[in-house]
């Protein structure tokens, strides 16, 4: 069976090799593709309106005010919080620890630590301090989106504490004094002092971001056409006709056609590494191979197996490679390419079940995740992925069978 | 059966039905080893329906098919090997050349690796391909090339039985020639050829013995020769510069005890005594101005066997 699959392998190197329209498209389409992404969207991605933030909170002030009916002025932060939808619920934690630990797995997009005495420094007219944790690895284009929300909230804060402290002043100053008392007190105020610590290792660059998803989509697209187109093309032309009748068994013929498609995709990935690289200086990921090529070699497998679907329900070569560009055309806007899932909306619940935007996000962790400090771990999605793979190589199979017998 | 003959094919009782339209009626035939066996039969008749059903592409809905003894529908992966298939279209990857074709047609028969070469320019020297025609891609092929390239893959396993689909349809007749002499070559090796044809002409010359197929179910089998002298009968062919079914009508009439069919430049009657016949059809063809050119006598064709057989001609389908 090897000798046959390889057979089959090496007739569709030798034929992609003389055929030139196919060598425009393998190396036009995602050179394109990364240019234009890379240029276009790249550089003008912007911000998005934030719907939520998963913030967690570790409140390590102990303090109360002197005044009894001041009280926990961050406790009573914490409740605001809670009321507002764009935090509501705050997640608590006791320890810095705990809380960035669930940062690091993207559990939680921010974390915000109330250091001690915060009570005490704001009603004595000292500085009180917070840190903000964010990480701009799992989903750069939130951690603008955050910044903003968390700048907002806190010069909304900044802005009611020091209307507080000059309300208390003014108990103990003339009337006459109090306007000019409350100008020097505004111009003077910053009663909450915020740092905003990145737990990312370095600056983000979207085209980073951007490579791995394009693999991916790359992946996709070209398990996707190619195999559904190759084995339409075999079927209409009578070639699998003539594999039939020879003593190859079904499965040579279509693991050979599988392997076949990788060889095309392969093609597609050199190219979008290359121009990466050389043209967007993107070298410097965890290009980790040993994990990489697997995840690659198992979205285009899974991508095949559902070409073949489509190769089977086709009734010629033209529908099934027409229902291959259309599915990528759809799918690579929700399945974390160019996008990241959590802004697809009400797509979102949809998006992040696709076996392809696991694909996406496997790949993410490895090869981006660590640059920034993040994790790796793509066990449940590679199992998701797998698992698909198999379920749509069951289905394919079977509906190749039937269809062929139809078609010979 | 001849006593020390070996049937090496062997179709018994097989039908065959696309929803209702049964295409093979409860055909049985044998083909014996080392003979060429020609199933002879106008386009439609079922010629490659029931090819499939050989090779095993399709499932019959009765009866049985058995190579040496094996049923090619049970036990597929023991016939595959055996078997040689040249289909009636050219099945082959036009950017690739010939001798690529074929190895890649060696590699789905398993033959050994270093025996591909040997097989390959074997193949081609049968069907008299060069090795410089064998080096050029596909897509420069001519037509004849094309097929004779057909029934070299069809070769390359060195097959028991090698059935050739309608091996010449769409071929001038230099290069239909050229492959009948390939398909000679192939007889005086003694191997078992099934040929499918709608060239009487194809099947005559080919066949040791023919099957004459209409609407899916056989209506004469026996050798070439046989088939003929059963007519008992001579031909006078008509040709004419026009054809008109009132002269048809009229002649059928007239003639009666012949039998006359409309072909594409004329007519052909079947009768026991042309001489008297000859001055009735002058004049039935004068009074109908059918522009008559030619008039000859001659012996019968297996498409007069068929003409008999049928009441039509093998091009009427």
């Not at chain 1, 394009?214 to 697209?221: N, P, T, Y």
């Not at chain 1, 070209?222 to 003593?247: C, N, Q, T, W």
């Not at chain 2, 279209?89 to 036009?94: D, G, H, L, P």
């Not at chain 2, 789905?108 to 050029?136: F, H, M, Q, W």
């Amino acid at each position: 069976m090897l000798r046959q699959v390889w057979a089959i392998v090496k007739k569709d190197a030798r034929r992609l090799w003389r055929n030139k329209s196919d060598w425009t498209f393998l190396i036009g389409f995602p050179l394109v593709l990364t240019l234009v992404v890379g240029y276009a969207i790249g550089s003008l991605y912007g911000e998005k309106d934030s719907i939520h933030i998963k913030i967690g909170i570790v409140n390590q002030d102990t303090s109360t005010s002197p005044m009894p009916e001041v009280g926990n002025v961050s406790e009573r932060m914490i409740a605001d919080m809670n009321t507002t939808e764009v935090f509501k619920p705050v997640h608590t934690f006791n320890n810095i620890s705990q809380a960035l630990e669930k940062l690091k797995f993207g559990e939680l997009e921010a974390v915000m630590v109330i250091h001690q005495n915060f009570t005490w420094n704001l009603v004595t007219l000292h500085q009180a301090n917070m840190t903000i944790y964010v990480d701009t690895s799992t989903d750069p284009t939130r951690y603008q989106i955050i910044s903003s929300v968390i700048n907002t909230f806190t010069v909304e804060l900044t802005r009611k504490i020091t209307q507080e402290r000059i309300n208390v002043a003014n108990q103990y100053v003339p009337a006459e004094n109090q306007t000019i008392l409350s100008e020097y007190m505004w111009a003077m105020s910053e009663p909450v002092g915020v740092t905003i610590v990145d737990t990312a290792v370095r600056k983000f660059r979207y085209v980073e971001w951007l490579l791995p998803g394009i693999l991916g989509l790359e992946a996709i697209f070209g398990g996707f056409a190619f195999s559904a187109g190759i084995i339409a093309y075999e079927r209409e032309r009578g070639h699998l006709k003539r594999m039939v009748v020879s003593p190859t068994s079904s499965w040579a013929i279509l693991v050979g056609e599988m392997f076949s498609s990788l060889i095309r995709v392969s093609i597609a990935f050199l190219v979008v590494i290359s121009v990466n690289v050389v043209v967007f200086n993107v070298y410097d990921l965890n290009w980790a191979p040993e994990l990489t090529i697997p995840i690659l070699i198992l979205t285009t497998l899974n991508a095949s197996a559902l070409g073949l679907i489509i190769s089977a329900i086709s009734k010629n070569q033209s529908m099934a490679n027409g229902l291959a560009n259309m599915m990528t055309i759809i799918l690579q806007f929700i399945i974390g390419s160019y996008i990241p899932v959590s802004q697809l909306g009400p797509l979102e619940p949809i998006a992040q079940y696709l076996p392809w935007t696991m694909a996406n996000e496997a790949l993410r962790r490895v090869m981006v995740n660590p640059i920034y400090g993040g994790s790796i771990i793509i066990g449940p999605l590679i199992t998701y992925l797998a698992a698909s793979t198999f379920a749509f190589l069951a289905i394919g199979a079977f509906l190749y069978k039937i269809t062929n017998k139809r078609y010979v | 059966m001849i006593e020390g003959d070996v049937v090496l094919l062997e179709v018994q009782d097989v039908s065959f039905s696309f929803g209702d339209n049964k295409v093979v009626d409860q055909v049985s035939f044998s083909v014996k080893e080392g003979n060429c066996f020609g199933l002879l039969g106008p386009n439609g008749a079922g010629k490659t329906t029931l090819t499939k059903i050989i090779v095993g592409l399709l499932q019959p809905k009765e009866g049985h098919v058995t190579i040496n003894g094996i049923d090619v529908h049970r036990e597929a992966g023991k016939i595959k090997p055996m078997i040689g298939v040249c289909f009636q279209e050219s099945i082959f990857y036009e950017d690739l050349t010939g001798k690529e074709n074929l190895e890649f047609v060696a590699s789905l028969y398993n033959i050994p690796r270093g025996k591909v070469a040997e097989a390959v320019s074997n193949s081609l020297n049968r069907v008299l391909l060069t090795e410089k025609d064998a080096n050029k891609r596909v897509e420069h092929y001519s037509g004849g090339m094309k097929r004779r390239l057909a029934v070299a893959a069809a070769l390359l396993n060195d097959p028991q039985l090698l059935i050739l689909d309608e091996p010449t349809t769409g071929l001038d007749p230099q290069a239909r020639r050229a492959l009948w002499d390939a398909i000679e070559a192939l007889k005086k090796e003694e191997r078992s050829i099934l040929l499918t044809t709608h060239y009487m002409e194809e099947a005559d010359i080919l066949s040791d013995r023919v099957a004459i197929i209409d609407k899916g179910k056989i209506v004469a089998s026996d050798t070439p020769k046989a088939l003929k002298d059963s007519l008992g009968e001579s031909v006078i062919e008509l040709t004419c510069s026009l054809t008109k079914s009132k002269f048809l009508e009229n002649a059928k009439q007239a003639l009666r005890g012949s039998v006359i069919v409309s072909l594409e430049n004329g007519y052909r009657v079947l009768t026991r005594e042309p001489d008297n016949l000859l001055p009735e059809i002058v004049a039935l063809g004068t009074k109908h101005e059918i522009g008559l050119v030619s008039m000859k006598v001659s012996t019968p064709t297996l498409e007069d066997v068929f003409i008999k057989l049928t009441g039509k001609g093998l091009r009427e389908g």
